[in-house]
Structure formats: C-alpha cells, structure tokens
C-alpha cells in the first residue's frame, strides 16, 4: 500500500457538496474532540469553520505549547545549483526560463557554509533544481561531507531519489528530506507539469516514503498552495503526513505551507489563498496533528509570520536567499522573491520579545 | 530520621528532578532550578550548542547541579550508545539518561532497545537512568543490565495527564530494588505527591514547569509536593477501610 492507494479512495469523494453541508454543530463537535478523524479535519478546512478560527487558534496554541514548547527551530536554505529540466509552469527555475545558471563549486559551497554558520545557524536545507546531469546524488554528497564540518543537521529539498539513493544520503550525513508534492490533483499536476522528470506524478507522490524507509530522520511535505483548490490540497497534506507519521513511526513528519510567490515568469496562481486562508489551514493541521511539525518559511512577509507564530508554527527559516551563491556577492536570479528579508539576528531578537526561544540546534548527526 | 537517595554514589538531598526543554529562554532557567532545588538536571544533548556560547543550555545549569544528558532523538540501542559517548567526551560527566523513542506520535519508549543501550552503557561505566515503559519484566531487566535506577512514565511526555500508570508503577514500586523515579506526565505538583507517596524515590518533571503561567512558582510548587509526599510516605498513612470507622467507638466500654 502506498499513500496513492489512500487518495485513490478520495477520488470520487463529493468534496463540494461535503464541505457546503458541514454545520456549526459540526465545528463545534470537532472542537471538543481530542482526537480528530479525517472528516473532522476536512471540517475543519470548511468556510463554516471561519467563525471558529479564534477557539481554534486558542487549541492550536495550547497543543503547541504543550508538545513542543515556546521553542522555535531556525534554519535557512542553501541553493546548489538552479540547472533544471523540467518545464513547471510555475518556477523561476524552469528548463526555459532565460536565467543565469550556475552550481557551486566545492569551494563555494565551504565559503556559503562558512558565512552562514557565522550568523549561528546549526541547521541547514541545501536545494538544487532537478538536473541529474549537473547535479547529481555524488555531487550532493560531496557537499554534504563539506557541510557537515559546519552544521549539525542537513537536509536536503532537491529531486526525488529512490530508496537506495536516499540511503547513500543518509549514510552521508543528510537527516532531513523537504519535498512538496506541488498539487496533489493528478490532472493539475500534469497540466502545470509541461515536461522533464518531474511529470511523473507517482514517483514524486512515493518519494517521502521512499526516504522513510532509508531511515531518514524527519521528513517535511507539502503542497504549493494556489496550484488547486486549497481545501482538497490543505486535506490530502493533512492526510499524507497522517499516513507517514502512522506508517513509520520512527520519522519526524512535518508539513509546510508555501503559497506561491512572485517569480521569474508570469504564472498567475489557479487558486487564491489569502490569509485567512492559510491561518485556516495552519490550524486545522495542528488540531488533526498535534505532533507534526509545521514550518512557515520567508515567502511570507514578516508582520505575517509574526502573527503566525502563536497559532502552531514549530519551524521557521531567517536570512534566506533563494538565489544560487546568495549568501556570497555574486549570486543568481532567485528562485521566487522572499517576502521576509530578516537576517537571523533579527528574527532571534522579535522571537525573543514575543517570548520565544530560538532554537540553532535540535538534532547532532551521529 | 534520616532519609537519603543515593544514585551512583552521589548523595541526592532533592528528589526533584527537572529538565530543561521547552522554556520560553535558557535565562529562565537558572531560576527554576533554584527554586526547585533540584540537584539533578536533564538536558536534550541534541539542543546542546556546544559551538555557541550564548546558545548553550550548560551555561545556564549551576555547576553544583547533576548533569544529566539524554539521548532523546535516539531511536534505537547504537544512537542512545553514541550519544550517550558525545556527552561524556563534551565533557557532560557520566550520568546519562536514556530515551530510545522510535514512536513519534505518542513517544513512548521503547524497552527492548533502552535495555540493550543500558547493558552497554553500564559496562562502559555510565550512571544510567533509562526511561522505559513501566513493565515489571523490563525493569527486572534494567536493573540486572546496570541501571543506576529506573525511570517509568506516568503518562506519555509531555500530557500532563499524572499517573495514569498507577497500578504498575505500584508493582515496580514494589518490586524493583533500584530507586525508581516517576518520568513523564507529571502535571501537576499534587500528582508528583501522589507518586512519592506511594513510594517512588523521586520524579522528573519538565512540561509542567516549562509551560506553565510562572514556571518558577511552578518549579517552587513542585519542591513542596515532593518533601510532603516523601514525609507522608515516610510516616506511613493510616490503613484504608471499606467501611466508615468510629473514632468514638459505642462499645468501647465493653474493653475497659
């Protein structure tokens, strides 16, 4: 069984009509619930649910507190490379896209390493495009042997691998696996996925699992939201985390939110989220997973992600670049434009005064 | 009378003991120790940022405390091995606490790999103070592998539900010649009473303290509730009855 085999039971599901009938009393069940089912959480995605968001929020917080405490993890990206093959009608990095591309050397790599470990940083997410030509599982290692002088916790956000390439990673030192599945809607993500590798929506779909079973130590997902209708893609992200995290329980699971972002291109979102939205989202994932982490990263701009901060929130990136050589002076075009330019002295000092404690380190690669 | 908690050959005066993970600022800290005169401190070796002066938790532990790292983020026997060896060789002295948690949904410990991790670590000469499961086979175990004491949960970490697991920490209490400490799930100050009284050697307490309103009232709280339910055990309760007993008896006379 995969996690295909769980969507495929959602796909004759009346999402429409199911959403329209939920009630107040609905809401209010699921409220008091200490463990909610699948249809709760859907419930709570629900346009009903929007004069709740506040005791929602109010749960949210507490589960939060009590799970993971008023602890924030920081971390902050570190872009390899930008060569891609794949034509995704969204990204800045696409194969057609006219941008500078550019990989760094191993050299380059120990110099990014060294400027971002001086702002305190312990954990790092090292991204590439999806160019196993340019940038392959060995070139990954290598970094990676170069990176661990510096940071106690790697993970990677780059193509998805299979089990025995997961495996070589975690050998060498990687923890952590980011991948975002984009859209869980197969027809969507075929029509917005023009070519390249990256149509193959089963491989990307299994990959979490793949890395499960290498033993990788957490793993994050999520789906871009503004690609498809955020309540089905908020509920498949909500159920998939749920099915890794009951299938292997040795593994970290967390979710993200990213929502798209200004980028080189033009690609105008298929579904708007505001605000609201997302808080929505944010709290309807803590309330069904109360242990799940949950990241929230500069695409959003600060004011935002301070408000964020209370409602679930266990991850956050600081001085982010999404550019190619970004923390050194010749850098790239970005992959998107980051909303939330804080340096991480300046996001320690506002999670401080929100009473929040930074958090550098949280793992040690053994 | 004299009533001493003796753990690797170091005399305890407090039996509390209490963590460091969750709190709002490591400069809270020092406070709370303080204030639940705790001796003996638990730590997450994983948030240790050896590399950072300001961001280090050691710094913040009074030197007279008990370091005691655990391998929290272990999910088997080798991890908790090779993390319990990082803390000693950082220089975090010789206690360690084991965790081997390979449940991220509930946390619960697993007892087969925690025994295997204290046979090695016992050997290799660590004080250790694995966390487990309260089973009376598995604590048998611990405590034939070289555990200093053993420390079965009252509830899963972290819930504040108290001592869910009464009737077998009974047995263990029993049972077990090691000081058993009560680990995980102590919410509340009353239920850290409730665990002495019933004959635990101490408790570890984090959630409770970190995340309440004043952890250092908190952690004050605590202190209180595990001496009065330490003298309380110690002077024995009267006998429980089923049913009401007369402290004016009617036919007392009759004995005269």
Redesign the interface.
Known sequence: MSFADKLLKYQEFPFASYLAGVTGADIERTLTKEALVERDFLNLLSEQAVPYLERMAQKAHQLT???????ILLYTPLYLANYCVNQCAYCGFKVTNRITRKKLTLEEVEKEARAIAQT?L?HILILTGESRQHTPVSYIEECVRILKNYFDSISIEIYPLTEEEYGQLVAAGVDGLTLYQEVYDPVTYDAIHLAGPKKDYRFRLDAPERACRARM?AVNIGALLGLQDWRKEAFFTGLHAAYL??KY?????SVSLPRLRPHVGNFAPCSVVSDRDLVQILLALRLFLP?AGITISTRERAEFRDNLLPLGVTKMSAGSCTSVGGHLEEATEGQFDIADQRSVREMHDML?SR???P??????H? | MEDKLIIGGQELESRLFIGTGKFSSHEIIPKVIAASGSQVITMALRRVNFSNEQDNVLNYIDKKCILLPNTSGARNAEEAVRIARIAREAGCGHWVKIEVISDNKYLLPDNYETIRATEILAKEGFVVLPYMSPDLMAAKRLEEAGAAAVMPLGAPIGTNRGLMTRELLRILIAEIKVPIIVDAGIGRPSQAAEAMEMGAAAVLVNTAIATAQDPVQTARAFSLAVQAGRMAFLSGPGAVQEYAVASSPLTGFLHK
């Open positions: 507190v009590q799970h993971f405490g008023r602890v305190g312990r130590r995290q009951d329980l040795d593994t970290e699971i242990r401080v009473g929040y404690q958090l550098y380190k949280d793992w040690h053994l």
